[in-house]
């Protein structure tokens, strides 16, 4: 029997905390893992793959790791990904370089803020494993990208702020806007189960629960003492 479980954060050190949603519980857990300091996201896809995100010795080259769960260790085994190029690098405000499974593929997904102080899009390459190679896909270019936002994979990306939300159409590569969240969180993570996708604010004291099919909100309980991470697990 297994238990159904969502990732909600992943730290260096190793800490991993989890919920499970249909019970409203959340555990938290240590795992021995040595992870260099130029980490930058970690996803874990439908066949239970864990792919982690890393500089590949420079922020403007990214490569992807995955996980072997036999030999406890990372192994490189994917072609290197661009990020920005060195002279656009000070051009945005800030930018975060993300990594999903959509529909069975890999994504590399850059969010990139306040270029020169107007534009700001999300850039997305999705990972071709027969040729080797990223793919350019649709751009989603928004008036303004808050500091806290989520992002969620699963059949569709969803991209999440506390005021709007768009779907990224794997099939026919586009993006659309779907109903905002009504309860407003600075939402700062968000996982998809089903058709249903979770979001909590950083410190996981309100859950928010968007359900894709019929494009609606509702609330969950949140964690009652979020200052607390030492949950024990077996």
């Not at 072609?79 to 051009?91: F, G, I, P």
């Not at 896909?137 to 506390?162: H, K, M, N, W």
């Amino acid at each position: 029997m297994t238990t159904e479980m969502v990732l909600l954060y992943f730290s260096r050190e190793g800490q991993i905390l989890y919920m499970n949603p249909h019970q409203g519980k959340y555990i938290s857990c240590d795992y021995d893992y040595d992870l260099t300091d130029d980490f930058l996201a970690l996803t874990v896809t439908s066949d239970n793959n864990i792919y982690i995100l890393t500089m590949d010795g420079s922020p403007y080259q990214l490569s992807i790791r995955q996980y072997n769960h036999t030999e406890n260790e990372w192994e490189a085994g994917m072609s290197s990904v661009a990020s920005l190029e060195s002279e656009d690098y000070e051009d945005f405000k800030f930018h975060d370089d993300l990594l999903f499974e959509v529909d069975g593929m890999l994504y590399h997904v850059a969010v990139l803020g306040e270029y020169n102080n107007v534009l700001n899009y999300v850039r997305m390459r999705k990972y071709n494993q027969h040729t080797d190679q990223w793919q350019e896909c649709s751009q989603l270019v928004l008036d303004e990208i808050p500091q806290e936002y989520a992002i969620s994979g699963g059949p569709s990306l969803y991209f999440i702020t506390r005021s709007e939300v768009h779907c990224y159409d794997p099939i026919q590569d586009c993006w659309c806007e779907r109903a905002p969240p009504i309860y407003a969180p600075d939402i700062s993570t968000a996982v998809a189960m089903g058709t249903e996708i979770f979001c909590t604010d950083r410190n996981f004291t309100r859950t928010v629960v968007y359900d894709t099919e019929s494009d609606c909100w509702r609330e969950l309980s949140g964690w009652p003492d979020p200052r607390n991470l030492d949950v024990l697990c077996d």
